[in-house]
């Protein structure tokens, strides 16, 4: 069964970094596309940026130059680094794969940047 754990989230002030992490089970990880979306209160899910399995990189252009994804194929995890964070940056934030035709989505970690 298909598991992602995100961590890492938490309130940081405006310019501030963060360092979110994916944990990923039940999957062949080595092979995967993974993404990172986020979701703002009112808004529809975006995704911010993906990592192929081989390591080719994908971002949304508000945050180009700010956040780089990243890939452990031994500890099976994606880092996103997020640094001078910005208040629109304000959000849940989810890791993603698909595997067998199915999206598969973890619970989030929410992400608050105050001004």
């Known amino acids: 069964q298909v598991h992602l754990v995100e961590s890492g989230g938490g309130l940081v002030q405006s310019g501030g970094s963060l360092r979110l992490s994916c944990k990923a089970s039940?999957?062949?990880?080595?092979?995967?596309?993974m993404g990172w979306y986020r979701q703002a209160p009112g808004k529809q899910r975006e995704l911010v940026a993906s990592?192929?399995?081989?390591?080719?990189?994908y971002y949304v252009e508000s945050v180009k130059d700010r956040f780089t994804i990243s890939r452990d194929n031994v500890r099976r995890t994606v880092p996103l680094q997020m640094n001078n964070l910005k208040p629109e940056d304000t959000a849940v934030y989810y890791c993603?794969?698909?595997?067998?035709?199915?999206?598969?989505w973890g619970r989030g970690t929410q992400v608050t940047v105050s001004s």
């Open positions: 993603t794969t698909e595997q067998g035709g199915r999206t598969f």
């Open positions: 039940g999957v062949n990880f080595r092979l995967k596309t």
């Open positions: 990592i192929t399995d081989t390591s080719n990189t």
